[in-house]
T-cell receptor
Framework: QQQVKQSPQSLIVQKGGISIINCAYE??????FPWYQQFPGKGPALLIA?????SEKKEGRFTISFNKSAKQFSLHIMDSQPGDSATYFC???????????FGTGTKLQVIP | DGGITQSPKYLFRKEGQNVTLSCEQN?????MYWYRQDPGQGLRLIYY???????QKGDIAEGYSVSREKKESFPLTVTSAQKNPTAFYLC???????????????FGPGTRLTVL
């Protein structure tokens, strides 16, 4: 019930292409879905987040698509750049001080 | 300059020794968290604390201990009972829920612990 499944485990995209990372959750009580970006040797940093009352949120080249009925959400990185090469984690929580459940991460490599 | 600091950045420990990882935040956040990160396993919650002098076990608390004597500080002790302590340890904090939507956790830079 608390699991968040993330795929793919790794992803190689050419510069300028679209990177897509998918996550699925089971617990319908989750009401906050953030994506974190982590560079090697650093802590994760919030990239973008969405609540289930909207189906899409866009910030610059980053877009979250949310499908409440399918219990799935995805991160799209448009015009991917080598500087986007990092590990991306999806997550879900029930709000307040409730613990956050993280996906297992996707290592993205953008090649020139 | 607000943020979360963790020290040291790298830590080496001999088997059988206890070691304490420091986490300090000056964001005035109520809640603090400790995660362990291993390759391919994402982030796993060790302990968390919502208020001073109170904390709860996470998913993998065995072999770890914490204290929360001050709002700003949440040190983690890795004891000799932890069977496989080599990992990257991340501290995080979260502000008091505002009811306006954000439940973001903010992470520190991490401490890499290696047991020799």
């Amino acid at each position: 019930q608390q699991q968040v499944k993330q795929s793919p485990q790794s992803l190689i995209v050419q510069k300028g292409g679209i990177s897509i990372i998918n996550c699925a959750y089971e617990n319908t009580a989750f009401d906050y879905f953030p994506w974190y970006q982590q560079f090697p040797g650093k802590g994760p940093a919030l990239l973008i987040a969405i609540r289930p009352d909207v189906s899409e949120k866009k910030e610059g080249r980053f877009t979250i698509s949310f499908n409440k009925s399918a219990k799935q959400f995805s991160l799209h990185i448009m015009d991917s750049q080598p500087g986007d090469s990092a590990t991306y984690f999806c997550a879900a929580s029930k709000g307040g001080y409730q613990k956050v459940t993280f996906g297992t991460g996707t290592k993205l490599q953008v090649i020139p | 300059d607000g943020g979360i600091t963790q020290s040291p950045k790298y830590l080496f420990r001999k088997e059988g020794q206890n070691v304490t990882l420091s986490c300090e935040q000056n964001l005035n956040h109520d809640a603090m968290y400790w995660y362990r990160q291993d390759p391919g396993q994402g982030l796993r919650l060790i302990y968390y604390s919502q208020i001073v002098n109170d904390f709860q076990k996470g998913d993998i608390a065995e072999g770890y201990s914490v204290s929360r004597e001050k709002k700003e500080s949440f040190p983690l002790t890795v004891t000799s009972a932890q069977k496989n302590p080599t990992a990257f340890y991340l501290c995080a904090s979260k502000p008091r829920p505002s009811g306006r939507g954000t439940d973001t956790q903010y992470f520190g830079p991490g401490t890499r612990l290696t047991v020799l």
